[in-house]
């Protein structure tokens, strides 16, 4: 079992920057991809970005590349995403999520650890 806390989620202006922070605990060396992933009212969980813990091999959504940053600590236990020229549809609730198996495949369902998540709106 893995732990994840999420935090620095908060309030901000379109072309702003915000960076999430997500602390896991527990089996994190069984979890070979971490992931932040998304999701606004109404809409489906999407994957924002992952990270393999050993390669570093890292994946966008095409909403964000060029954006946004995924970026590790394993000597802490840490996932990182940062988040530079927010735009209002970056408002969602974020999570961060882990996994033993290939990033590669994106799908939520695949993914079997989940943080609470944190709050990012974006006012235009």
């Known amino acids: 079992q893995v732990q994840l806390v999420e935090s620095g989620g908060g309030s901000v202006e379109a072309g702003g920057s915000l960076r999430l922070s997500c602390a896991a605990s527990?089996?994190?060396?069984?979890?070979?991809?971490m992931a932040w992933f998304r999701q606004a009212p109404g809409k489906e969980r999407e994957r924002v970005a992952s990270?393999?813990?050993?390669?570093?091999?890292?994946y966008y959504a095409d909403s964000v590349k060029g954006r946004f940053t995924i970026s590790q600590d394993n000597a802490k236990n840490m996932v990182y995403l940062e988040m530079n020229s927010l735009k209002a549809e970056d408002s969602a609730m974020y999570y961060c999520?882990?996994?033993?198996?290939?990033?590669?495949?994106?799908?939520?369902?695949?993914?079997?650890?989940w943080g609470q998540g944190t709050q990012v709106t974006v006012s235009s």
């Open positions: 990270i393999y813990r050993g390669s570093g091999t890292t």
């Open positions: 999520a882990a996994k033993k198996s290939l990033c590669m495949v994106a799908g939520p369902a695949t993914f079997t650890d």
């Open positions: 527990g089996a994190t060396s069984g979890r070979n991809c």
